[in-house]
């Protein structure tokens, strides 16, 4: 394996064991912080998004370019009578994705380990309801506490309470040729996108000018980019591209968005980027993503000035156990070093 793509898979597993549901992200934002200790300053938005810029050839404008690092997760939304926690969704997942699932519950007291089951789990009991009959949604699916509780009195005792967040286990597997994990969208963009900072910085690449490197943290709930100075112009953002029978993605490429269900992305910047993956012999997709929207296009619906790209690894199940391959992650590395140079 390439020592770059090493680099970035090492990244991104190190991203993987942080929890960060959109609404929490404050650990992964110190994992980054501490990622450039002495080598670069970050500021905060008010929401807590974390942005550094890096000095380019061109200073009178500003690019941005963004990996959000918000995942999907929950939010105990009531505790039962049996002492288990009923959750609602953060971010767009199925319940039935989550069956079986090792989850964390973080209290006020500290995290509570626990498990993601029907409401009628035993298949010595319930075989015939739990197959065939059993709905996989917010009420019939609840959190088994690895606590002594057999009652809501109990599980209050404990700390934990309506409010708490609640963290998926990832699942993180790395073969010779894929990555394999929950919450690839998008800390695989985001470890690429430290990569490149850190290789901007140690040999001090020229950006063709000053480069917003934000780490977005509610874009699983729409809002992800919302600050932006006043002198930028474009933003790219880095996020997955969507492998399904419908879609033209494909796991060993880098997606090149050209619509999501928000709008159409300006021709201009994607004919720019699809250019320089042509220029550079990058192995590409241009694709029609539904149910979809980024960093880039969420902005655009929010009114921001900015002209708007997207583009990321293909990535197959996503919001579910998701993969891609290491040739997409390389992809996507190599399109956006051309991006930030030219």
Do not use: W
């Not at 770059?4 to 959109?22: G, V």
């Not at 905060?44 to 050839?57: R, V």
């Not at 933003?235 to 494909?250: K, M, P, Q, T």
């Amino acid at each position: 394996m390439k020592e770059s793509n090493k680099r970035i898979l090492d990244i991104a597993e190190n991203l993987l064991k942080i929890d960060s549901p959109s609404g929490m992200c404050q650990m992964v934002n110190t994992y980054i912080e501490e990622h450039f200790k002495g080598e670069l300053s970050f500021e905060k938005t008010n929401k807590n998004a974390l942005y550094a810029i890096l000095k380019g050839k061109d200073s009178s404008k500003l690019r941005i370019v963004t990996a959000h690092v918000d995942t999907l997760g929950g939010i105990v939304s009531r505790v039962k009578d049996n002492g288990r926690c009923e959750f609602e969704n953060i971010g767009g997942f199925m319940y039935a994705s989550l069956e079986g699932e090792l989850v964390r519950v973080y209290t006020k007291k500290g995290v509570v380990s626990g498990t993601v089951l029907p409401n009628k789990a035993s298949v010595h009991t319930m075989e015939d309801e739990r197959e065939k009959t059993l709905p996989r949604e917010r009420h019939s699916t609840e959190i088994r506490l690895d606590i002594e509780s057999s009652s809501k009195e109990e599980t209050l005792a404990s700390g934990v309470k309506v409010g708490d967040f609640v963290a998926f286990e990832p699942r993180t597997r790395l073969t010779d040729d894929f990555l394999v994990s929950r919450f690839i969208d998008n800390k695989i963009h985001a470890a690429i996108m430290i990569y490149v900072m850190e290789e901007v910085l140690k040999k001090n690449i020229e950006l063709a000018c000053d480069t917003m490197f934000y780490f977005t943290n509610f874009e699983e709930l729409g809002h992800g980019i919302s600050y932006v100075p006043d002198n930028a112009y474009e933003v790219l953002a880095l996020d997955i591209g969507i492998v399904s029978y419908e879609n033209n993605s494909a796991e060993d490429k880098v997606t090149i968005v050209a619509k999501d269900s928000r709008t159409p992305y300006p021709i201009d910047f994607r004919d720019k980027l699809e250019d320089l993956a042509i220029k550079n012999d990058i192995d590409y997709a241009i694709d029609v993503h539904q149910r979809y929207g980024s960093d880039g296009s969420l902005g655009a619906v929010a009114g921001l000035n900015l002209n708007f790209a997207c583009i990321g690894c293909g990535t197959d199940a996503s919001h579910h156990i998701e993969r891609t391959n290491i040739k997409a992650i390389e992809s996507t590395e190599k399109l956006l070093r051309a991006y930030l140079e030219n």
